[in-house]
């Protein structure tokens, strides 16, 4: 296979990951309202759109701030509007999508969890756009350092690389098999599975970027790591208080 993977496409070529990207997008959105007709989800419509407009705007926000301070030392190097909007990471998204979603529900005092019903939409989206990751090779900063071990592929240069997004893939896989058997038991409180694919996640997200290329910014340390030590507290404090309620109310 030749790296980047390209499509022709109305008389122009384009990248897997965008492509890919896109799909996954507009596959997990169909998932999405898919599993909240078949919920029978209430939510008013104020709720619903403040919601959305949290999640959007943290996870607009949150994925180019921090895709671009994963290296902060060549931010301002011949900067480019174009090279910051084009910098983006899941981890960011996901971590001011939160951050976007609790700010939206505390204006319309909504305090109800609202993360369960999206877990497995985006799990999928994530699962496609990996995909896109994977056969863009080394032409975009989503792919792994060098490596000797069994599992290195060539990825567009002459080292044998970590297929990172591979891995990805093979994780969110195996969350997607154990969040769906916890969430068939019915006994646990709403949100919990948002609150274990989140701490499972960035948990991951952690080690595997020990395996990426990075800027160190504490330690060795890069930017996602810092973030995800942050995203891993959180949910250790979240997930220990939603256990304590399930067990005072399951009395």
Same mark, same amino acid.
């Given at each position: 296979m030749d790296f980047p993977v390209t499509f022709e496409i109305f008389g122009r070529t384009v990248l897997a990951h965008p492509l890919f990207e896109a799909i996954g997008m507009f596959l997990g959105m169909r998932y999405y309202f898919y599993l909240k007709r078949k919920s029978g989800d209430k939510l008013s419509f104020n709720t619903s759109a403040a919601v959305l407009i949290g999640a959007t705007a943290g996870a607009l926000i949150g994925s180019k701030l921090i895709g671009n301070l994963e290296n902060p030392y060549t931010l301002f190097e011949n900067f480019s509007i174009i090279k910051f909007w084009s910098s983006n990471t899941i981890v960011g998204g996901l971590a001011?999508?939160? +951050?976007? &979603?609790?700010? @939206?529900?505390?204006? &319309? *005092? *909504?305090?109800?969890?609202? /993360? #369960?019903?999206? &877990?497995?939409?985006?799990?999928?989206?994530? $699962? $496609? /756009?990996?995909? =896109?990751?994977?056969?863009? !090779? +080394?032409?975009?900063?989503?792919? !792994?350092?060098?490596?000797?071990? &069994?599992? =290195?592929? *060539?990825? =567009? #240069?002459?080292?044998?690389? *970590?297929?990172?997004?591979?891995?990805?893939? @093979?994780?969110?896989?195996?969350?997607?098999?154990v969040l769906k058997y916890i969430k068939n038991r019915n006994t646990f409180t709403s949100g919990f599975i948002f609150q274990l694919f989140m701490f499972s996640y960035f948990a991951f997200r952690f080690f595997l970027d020990f395996i990426k290329p990075r800027a160190e910014i504490i330690g060795n340390l890069g930017t996602i790591q810092l973030v995800c030590i942050c995203v891993i507290i959180y949910y250790i404090y979240t997930i220990k208080n939603t256990r304590s309620l399930y067990l005072k109310y399951s009395k």
């Open positions: 001011f999508g939160l +951050i976007g &979603v609790e700010l @939206a529900k505390k204006i &319309v *005092h *909504h305090k109800e969890s609202t /993360g #369960d019903l999206i &877990v497995f939409p985006l799990m999928l989206a994530m $699962i $496609i /756009g990996r995909i =896109g990751c994977f056969l863009t !090779g +080394i032409y975009e900063e989503t792919y !792994g350092i060098p490596t000797n071990s &069994v599992f =290195g592929m *060539h990825l =567009g #240069d002459q080292y044998l690389r *970590h297929p990172v997004a591979l891995y990805e893939i @093979a994780f969110l896989l195996m969350l997607w098999i």
